[in-house]
């Protein structure tokens, strides 16, 4: 089979032999990846990592049961499925040890991988492989900084990376406001088109935070979802106003930034929720509600897995807007 690991800074292609599922596991043809920021973070050395340097890369991936193990009952052959991001997280609080895709454990830049049947989801028909490959991380991360979001809540998303329109795109099937902030015309464009009902430019308005109390009467965001970290955290705590908002601190794409004062965290009363993407149990629920209220996942290309290089290339330009996806069929 035909399978990228990273050697010296690059991806190289290599054929190494099709695994065969032990017991309890499913060997699982990969038919679509997706990259996420947490992959460039790995291939350039810039992530905590738990296993060798040359671990499969990408978290993220859908295909089709090709060969099962002995004892397995969840999958048989012929199934559709995606894998959960965290492969040992079924349930429940999470646990004190995780090995991640990619930099704990070899991920899904491969044709075929074995995996346990507990580190999977059923794909429903109404999801193409592309489509289901988008899931595991942006869309279950943007689900459960979501959870408990009512209809009318005002929800603020930042950018127009994966966990963002997603977040977007969850939030307005809950009967939120979502208020989103963006760099330029054309992508605030696209936010408008995907529901957004107030649109900031944090270029033109770098004080975006009293834009977001302006728009929202001085209420500020019922939830923020938080995906800048250190470059956009205080104006995000300014967005929260004083009425106990809940931020759900997502990533550090933003880096540098203010630092936060603490009379200022204070005064807001706002929660603070760290978000380690989700269970499995998170993924079923999310796939459960897309399968009830379907959204289609905004993808921006599409790429060929023999140039996986060029898609990794574009998707570190930053030039996408939507996930940007392999196909491995």
Not at 169 to 179: D, I, M, N, P, S
Request: with cysteine; proline share 5%.
């Amino acid at each position: 089979m035909r399978v990228y690991r990273p050697e010296a800074g690059k991806l190289l292609l290599r054929d190494e032999p099709v695994p065969e599922p032990q017991r309890g596991e499913v060997l699982v043809r990969v038919r679509a990846t997706s990259l996420n920021y947490r992959d460039l973070l790995i291939l350039d050395g810039d992530h905590f990592t738990t296993g060798p340097g040359n671990l499969v890369p990408v978290s993220d991936a859908a295909g089709d049961v090709v060969a099962v193990g002995d004892g397995v009952t969840r999958f048989a052959v012929g199934d559709r499925v995606l894998n959960a991001f965290h492969s040992h997280w079924i349930a429940g609080r999470l646990p004190d040890t995780l090995v991640g895709y990619g930099n704990g454990q070899d991920g899904w830049l491969t044709e075929y991988r074995t995996v346990s049947e507990q580190a999977l989801v059923a794909l429903p028909d109404s999801l193409t492989y592309e489509q289901g490959a988008t899931l595991p991380c942006a869309a279950v991360t943007a689900w459960t900084s979501l959870d408990g979001v009512r209809p009318g809540d005002v929800v603020l998303t930042l950018g127009t990376g994966g966990v963002s329109l997603f977040a977007l795109q969850l939030a307005k099937a809950r009967g939120a406001r979502v208020v989103a902030t963006t760099s330029s015309a054309a992508k605030a464009a696209k936010l408008t088109e995907l529901g957004a009902d107030t649109v900031l430019d944090y270029v033109a308005t770098p004080e975006w935070g009293k834009a977001v109390l302006d728009a929202t009467g001085g209420r500020g965001a019922d939830r923020i979802v938080e995906v800048g970290g250190p470059g956009t955290f205080a104006q995000s705590l300014i967005a929260a106003g004083t009425h106990h908002a809940e931020i759900a601190l997502v990533g550090f794409v933003g880096r540098g930034g203010a630092a936060v004062d603490f009379m200022d965290l204070f005064r807001s009363g706002a929660t603070v929720r760290k978000i380690w993407v989700g269970s499995r149990e998170d993924t079923e629920d999310l796939v459960r509600w897309l399968e009830a209220r379907p959204i289609e996942p905004v993808i921006d290309s599409v790429h060929p897995f023999e140039r996986a290089d060029a898609a990794v290339e574009h998707f570190r330009s930053r030039a996408n807007l939507g996930k940007v996806v392999l196909t491995h069929a």
